[in-house]
């Protein structure tokens, strides 16, 4: 059994929502937290035929890229479009969990599978959008409730490095104190001193979920008033870049990297323009809607860029910059983060041994360019 906050804790490990963009809407869209989840559903974007699509597969919760609901809504009714989606979904008890630029940001996340589709190598961030210090939470606990602790802080995302959660440090100690009337102790008693076995416990914690590990680790601790400090750090930092850049392993001239990226994205509607390169070897990419990084990857030294959404006076200045740039299409570049956000969710899923909730790719949706 999972419930809609647990699939949203799944995707959220892939995708923290701190990592989107201030102008972005992500998250719990539409639906119940507490909701117990027949199946999910992983789609581009949530139409009509998307939400049918998770009725007939018996799935309750929609995980989608582009948000259901992206400008505030002032009213929900069936005289507009959106309106009739939400009181469909609603009627229908279909709930539905977005991630779009905190997808996009997030390594491991869609531009990462772009760069990955191209076989891109030495792959790097094209522009950093976020960047976050760390501080390091250090608490005292008996030791007999140690491991219950730095469990609970680190499933908070305390002790997050590189590839490893749950890092911590902790140190043997003693420590003292004297209830006072009124406080409800949970070792000693009132109006005595008491000396007591405890352990220092130290993790390091991005300055966005400080809050959320204090919680975590005063709903664990067995103490009336646990005693903690939150010290600032000067290193380590975070970035979080929006885009990529990389190597191609063979040197491909222009005509070459035409049938490379019409290889790598077959549902996109690619068009080319800007300059023609005779020597490709290192190539940016934004997935989505990405004109604006055009002269960041030029400067960046790339010879082509690949985006969506490109307008004609956007490859006018490609050609003045001398980049080749590749327009796949807003779906064509984005399209694979339903097959990804699927693959997360289920190689999770399995991991946490539930068995009972299917997870499926949409196969209704399509591009909204048909010629």
Known sequence: MATVQDIAKIVEKLAPKHLKE?????????????MEVTGVLTTLDVTPEVVAEAEAKGCNLIVSHHPVIFKGMKQ?????????????LITKKIAVYSAHTNLDIAPGGLNDLAAAQIGLGNVKG?????????????TFVPATHRDLVMQ????????QIGNYS???????????????????PYIGEVGKSETVKEDRIEAIVPQ????????????????????????QLVTPSEEATIGRIGELADTLDTEGFIELIKACFPR???RFGGAKVDAITKVALCTGSGAEFIKVAAKMGAQAYVTGDVKYHDMQMAKELGILVTDVGHFGTEIGAAALLAAHIGMQLQEQKVT????????VHEDFFFA
């Open 356 to 363: 009972d909730v299917p997870v499926v790719v949409s196969d």
């Open 126 to 138: 094209l522009e950093t959008v976020h960047e976050q210090g760390f501080c390091k939470i250090i």
């Open 208 to 231: 966005n979920l400080v809050n959320a590990v204090i919680e975590a680790m005063v709903e664990a601790h067995p103490y009336e008033v646990p005693a903690y400090e939150v010290h």
């Open 152 to 159: 609970a802080m680190g499933d908070a995302g305390a002790g």
């Open 22 to 34: 201030d102008w972005d809407n992500v998250g719990l869209l539409v639906g119940e937290r507490n």
């Open 268 to 270: 996109g509607r690619a």
């Open 166 to 184: 749950h890092c911590a440090f902790y140190t043997e100690g003693t420590g003292t104190f004297k209830p006072l009337d009124g406080a409800n």
């Open 76 to 88: 929900v009714t069936d005289e507009s479009a959106l309106g009739r989606l939400v009181i469909q």
